[in-house]
């Protein structure tokens, strides 16, 4: 690790370099080379390319746009602030293009069933919403989680908004009730997909 390496999460800008964005993007990819859902999502043909290719359209088109803490080499956590976390016609339409990739074509319109399922079951009160939480493997057992949720939920406990989030890994269930999530709602994704546990973190009284 770098000397300048720090443990305090650093604020990805939407102008950031490509060398920046490439970082989010490979460490990401390393924190869920296992996860279900992205297993479930990717055509498993050249996964590895896939899955890099899906953490970085979500990263220039859902997370950018909001608000992303990342530890560089660690992890990075992807936020959509309240009221920013639906996908408008013109983000769909320029997310089409990388999503076919991600899914391949056959499977494309059962894979975007899912995700629009998945959407439907928001809550409809103001929140952040945690779209991806991630840390490398050889990273995690540290802390960094607690560090990349911080300053969000600082933000959440301040302005009183919920927080809310999805997982496919029922692993990561006692991970975040640590931070006072909850599980509201247990589904599957699809009929043949994996299932996926909606989680909420109410605001301060």
């Not at 920046?20 to 990401?28: H, I, K, P, Y």
């Not at 992807?78 to 408008?88: A, D, E, K, M």
Request: charged share 20%.
């Amino acid at each position: 690790m770098p000397s300048s390496y720090s443990l305090s999460p650093v604020l990805l800008q939407p102008h950031c370099t490509r060398a920046e964005f490439d970082a989010v993007v490979e460490v990401l990819a390393r924190a869920f080379v296992d996860d279900p859902f992205w297993r479930w999502l990717c055509r498993p043909e050249d996964f590895q390319v896939r899955l890099r290719r899906g953490m970085a359209a979500q990263l220039r088109h859902l997370a950018l746009p909001g608000r992303v803490d990342h530890i560089p080499g660690v992890g990075a956590a992807l936020w959509s602030p309240p009221g920013q976390w639906r996908l408008g016609l013109w983000q769909q339409l320029r997310f089409l293009p990388d999503f076919a990739a991600i899914t391949g074509l056959t499977r494309l319109p059962g894979r975007l069933s899912g995700i629009q399922h998945i959407q439907q079951l928001h809550p409809k009160r103001p929140h952040w919403y945690l779209q991806v939480l991630g840390v490398a493997p050889d990273q995690q057992g540290r802390g960094h989680a607690r560090r990349l949720l911080a300053p969000v939920l600082a933000l959440c406990d301040r302005d009183r908004h919920g927080a809310f989030l999805e997982t496919c890994e029922p692993d990561n269930l006692p991970l975040y009730r640590r931070f006072g999530f909850e599980v509201i709602r247990e589904d599957r994704v699809t009929a043949d997909g994996p299932p996926i546990w909606l989680m909420w973190r109410p605001p301060p009284l």
